[in-house]
């Protein structure tokens, strides 16, 4: 079933292998996206989609050195060089909108100031890569250092957050994306609002599960208003710990998150599953809960091999598969 046709919005992907967000750290000086990169993903094009590696909203929403944004008129550009090498290659691909919250350093925010999140906690161990000699990425000089310790969001902060996404949206259009896909995995911002362990708030964005999941609501609500819900997806990691990150219970967090995403018309939702080496297994009964949940189209990425990805589309829990070590190896 891996090489079959699937529609997605108004997209016909001529086969149901994705190539997931993976960050490169490539971008050129004012984190611009480059022709390196554009080849870099033209080569790629056989893909039935591409999601690009994670683009910071903002300056504020940067957590490691040379990553690429989607937040000036510079980077707009960057980008179009890429979207139009894949086009030219018979590609198709989405812009992964990005915003690390806690987990980045005050050298990469603007003016030194603390990085953001729901709550001021500080995950230990989490590390971001810095370039402290401002060498640049053909340099390669980088180190890989702990999170600097967070502030919380004030409540009257995080509506321009949310429009910091909804001007990202517009820009991905601008640079001839497909459709965008919001980055709520990993133990990044939207997964600090999300998971129980990461949010301490009292006020309207904490507490109940309502509540922590209000900021995901807004922020896909907005970026639907940009783009229309069929070519906008969300990117979700429900059962793992990642940079952070726990829930106390995940299970009914996750399908209530997969419940109100298909409420609100998003086109398709990617599980992120527990990659590194020994990692515990995604029930399937959760996979096929999710199913029941949610209407639209599932993409699962996470060790899969050929076999256990035509399985999971076999069985009729997953449409697409995200491979990433493949894309990438020699």
Do not use: C
């Not at 290659?89 to 005050?106: D, E, F, K, P, T």
């Not at 590390?127 to 600097?148: C, L, R, Y």
């Not at 133990?187 to 129980?196: A, R, T, V």
């Not at 999710?290 to 997953?318: D, H, N, S």
């Amino acid at each position: 079933m891996m090489f079959t046709p699937h529609r997605l919005g108004a997209l016909t992907l001529p086969n149901r292998i994705v190539m997931p967000p993976m960050t490169r750290s490539r971008a050129a000086d004012g984190n611009v996206a480059t022709a390196e990169m554009a080849a870099y993903y033209a080569q790629r094009a056989s893909a039935g989609l591409i999601v690009s590696e994670g683009t910071q909203i903002s300056q504020q929403g940067q957590g490691y050195a040379w990553t690429p944004g989607i937040h000036s008129a510079e980077q707009v550009q960057g980008w179009r060089q890429v979207t139009d090498a894949v086009h030219a290659a018979g590609g198709r691909i989405y812009a992964q909108l990005w915003h690390v919250g806690r987990v980045s350093h005050v050298a990469l925010q603007p003016e030194g100031s603390a990085p953001v999140s729901s709550s001021a906690l500080l995950a230990e161990g989490v590390k971001v890569f810095v370039d402290p000699t401002g060498a640049g990425p053909e340099a390669g000089v980088g180190e890989m250092i702990q999170h600097s310790m967070p502030r919380a969001l004030g409540e009257d902060e995080i509506p321009g957050i949310v429009a910091d996404y909804a001007q990202a949206a517009r820009n991905a259009l601008e640079a001839g994306f497909d459709g965008v896909e919001l980055h709520g995995a990993n133990g990044y911002l939207i997964n600090q609002f999300i998971d129980s362990q990461a949010n301490q708030r009292t006020d309207g964005y904490g507490g109940s599960l309502q509540n922590r999941l209000r900021f995901l609501r807004e922020v896909v609500q907005a970026v639907v208003a940009v783009m229309g819900g069929e070519r906008v997806g969300v990117r979700l990691a429900p059962l793992t710990t990642l940079q952070g990150a726990v829930d106390d219970t995940p299970q009914a967090t996750y399908l209530a998150a997969a419940h109100l995403l298909g409420g609100l018309g998003v086109g398709y939702l990617h599980i992120a599953e527990a990659d590194w080496e020994d990692a515990p297994m995604m029930p399937v009964a959760f996979k096929q809960a999710l199913r029941m949940v949610y209407p639209g189209t599932l993409i699962y990425a996470g060790k899969y091999t050929a076999e256990r990805a035509e399985q999971a589309l076999a069985e009729g829990w997953a449409d697409l598969i995200g491979f990433g070590r493949p894309f990438i190896a020699n």
